[in-house]
């Protein structure tokens, strides 16, 4: 199993501003996955973080919008930029761990004003 | 990957036990069944995970019929806590869990 924390648990924030979520685990893992939930919806794959390598991103999300950083094996930050009322959403990191396994952090809800 | 269909609210009552079926017709051969299971203001938590026949756990069991186009998630005996939306995922082990796809999932509703 792993213990996955991400900070900030919730944040208000102004269009055109920039939010940095950062993503702890308590293990070292090599797969570290951000999924995007809008209220009421199921999740969305944003990208998969490589340490070592650049984000791997999903079909409609782009680097530029929502940059990612994997320093370590325990640790990621998934950038929301420049960020306009639709980008409102629950955002999770979640990990591989064993046998096509995943656990998930407790999302962090971001309300654009 | 495969697409998964599942009833969108299935309701019942303390005690009982739940089976929630998942449509998978066009899994491969190399794909896993996983379920996964969330509360409101929580990240997903996983439940169970099989490949073909029967599983079970501490928690559920998991039922994949030979041709394993479909699975369906038991909960014994549920109680008001077991109120969540189940996810059912399909995807190869060959490939990282996180490109799975998750599906609309069922939101379950137990009543006292």
């Known amino acids: 199993s792993a213990v996955i924390s991400q900070k900030p648990s919730r944040d208000i924030c102004q269009r055109g501003t920039s939010l940095t979520i950062q993503c702890q685990v308590d293990?070292?893992?090599?797969?570290m996955f951000w999924y995007r939930q809008q209220p009421g919806q199921s999740l969305t794959l944003i990208a998969t973080a490589n340490q070592g390598s650049e984000a791997t991103y999903e079909s409609g999300f782009v680097i530029d919008k929502f940059p990612i950083s994997r320093p370590n094996l325990t640790f990621s930050t998934l950038t929301v930029s420049n960020m306009s009322p639709e980008d409102s959403s629950i955002y999770l990191c979640?990990?591989?761990?064993?046998?096509?396994?995943?656990?998930f952090g407790p999302g962090t809800r971001l309300t654009v004003t | 990957l495969a697409k998964t269909t599942q009833p969108i609210s299935m309701d019942s009552y303390e005690g009982q036990e739940v089976n929630i079926t998942c449509s998978h017709n066009n899994i491969a051969t190399n794909d896993y069944i996983t379920w996964y299971q969330q509360f409101p203001s929580q990240g997903p938590r996983f439940i169970i995970q099989g490949y073909k026949t029967k599983v079970t756990n501490e928690v559920a069991s998991l039922f994949i019929p030979a041709d394993r186009k479909s699975s369906t998630l038991s909960l014994p005996r549920v109680s008001l806590s077991d109120t969540a939306v189940y996810y059912c995922?399909?995807?190869?082990?060959?490939?990282?869990?996180?490109?799975?796809?998750f599906g609309d999932g069922t939101t379950l509703t137990v009543k006292p």
């Open positions: 979640s990990v591989e761990v064993g046998l096509y396994e995943q656990y």
């Open positions: 995922l399909v995807g190869d082990i060959g490939t990282n869990a996180g490109k799975s796809t």
């Open positions: 293990s070292q893992v090599t797969m």
